[in-house]
């Protein structure tokens, strides 16, 4: 990033974010889409148009941070590659020539696996709509999610950021400042995690990487070829364990590829909340930094909202960032003044959602899309 940085709105604290005595008038999100729903392509489109020329004309905190983070990319800021479609396999007969079961992804999920899945993130931040973008740490870069009907100038996808408080572009701006805090220096771990899970039958579920699996927190199988090709492939060890690995090793090799896991959860979980603090007064964040929001916010007010000015300080192990919280943390709480102005700067993008919506709602009753005045 470059060296300037966003001011703060006036260093004040305001409280927090009041809704406007009308809101009990206001459509909820789900009579919304119902009525988008209906809407024809070429309405839909009408209703974006404007919405956005009402949201840039507002010019919200949201909307300023945004024209910052995109101005530094250094190449059209929308110009990325597409996200892979799906997580690379692990192949038994490179990592456990011994036991060569071939990998495959099962097209069609069962109810019962659709349930795991399910599990497996359900300790995980989610996104209150989905992100057109996202930052990927194994490519080490910003990546289009171009599956699943999910595009970044789709009328629907702005439509749906408008529900969530969020103006046109935050998820863009969201994933680049993630990727302006990870330093690099852990992408071999990354790339290996990235691989998908498989069981023991070489069974593979879409959307769910060896990183996913293994921050699930659920008791699963855990097979040979994925464990060793972490172990090859982060470790360079081809000697310690080979397959089939004896029970026991079990401990052993689990407890070595979870001090690696460790360490990628504490540097890419502090990225990923401290990128959604960054345009969001509230975001649903992993439930270990849930906590932590307010100090959040009172880092981005210390450095100006600059990640250059942060990203030297992000923790990269998980000793690291228990350290981090017991001094940094500890400095954060006890400075009155800064702990003000993160107040200041959450109060601003609380502030900023409310008017989104509320500039949405507007819109849909200009056209005479829903009631009200």
Request: aromatic share 8%; hydrophobic share 45%.
């Amino acid at each position: 990033m470059g060296i300037a940085t966003i001011v703060l709105p006036a260093l004040v604290w305001l409280g927090p974010a009041s809704p406007p005595a009308c809101q009990e008038l206001l459509p909820s999100n789900t009579e919304l889409q119902a009525v988008w729903d209906k809407l024809p392509g070429e309405t839909r489109q009408e209703v974006s148009q404007w919405y956005q020329a009402e949201i840039t004309a507002a010019r919200t905190y949201q909307g300023q941070l945004i024209a910052y983070v995109l101005a530094d990319v250094e190449h059209d800021p929308k110009d990325w590659p597409a996200a892979q479609e799906q997580a690379p396999l692990y192949q038994a007969r490179v990592h456990a020539p011994a036991q060569v079961i071939p990998r495959t992804f099962v097209s069609r999920p069962s109810s019962r696996q659709k349930a795991w899945i399910k599990k497996v993130f359900r300790a995980r931040a989610g996104h209150p709509a989905p992100p057109a973008w996202a930052y990927d740490y194994a490519q080490g870069t910003v990546v289009a999610m171009k599956r699943q009907g999910v595009e970044s100038a789709d009328a629907t996808h702005i439509f749906q950021l408008a529900l969530a408080g969020r103006v046109p572009n935050s998820d863009l701006a969201q994933a680049i400042v993630a990727s302006r805090l990870d330093k690099g220096g852990q992408r071999v771990a990354h790339k290996a995690f990235a691989h998908a899970y498989s069981d023991r039958a070489g069974k593979a579920l879409l959307g769910v990487t060896l990183y996913d699996a293994w921050g699930s927190g659920l008791e699963m199988e855990m097979p040979d070829v994925e464990c060793l090709g972490i172990v090859h492939e982060i470790l360079g060890d081809w000697k310690s364990w080979v397959a089939p690995v004896p029970p026991t090793q079990h401990d052993e090799l689990y407890a070595r590829i979870g001090e690696v896991y460790l360490d990628l959860r504490a540097e890419r979980e502090m990225g990923q909340a401290l990128a959604a603090t960054y345009l969001q007064a509230d975001p649903p964040l992993a439930a270990t930094y849930l906590a932590h929001r307010g100090r959040l916010h009172a880092l981005w007010a210390q450095v100006g909202c600059n990640p250059s000015a942060l990203v030297a300080d992000v923790p990269v192990t998980d000793a690291g960032l228990e350290k981090f919280w017991a001094i940094r943390g500890k400095a954060l709480d006890s400075d009155l003044a800064l702990w003000q102005a993160g107040g200041v700067r959450q109060a601003a993008l609380a502030a900023d959602s409310v008017k989104v919506r509320e500039t949405l709602i507007w819109v849909m009753r200009q056209l005479d899309l829903i009631p009200g005045d």
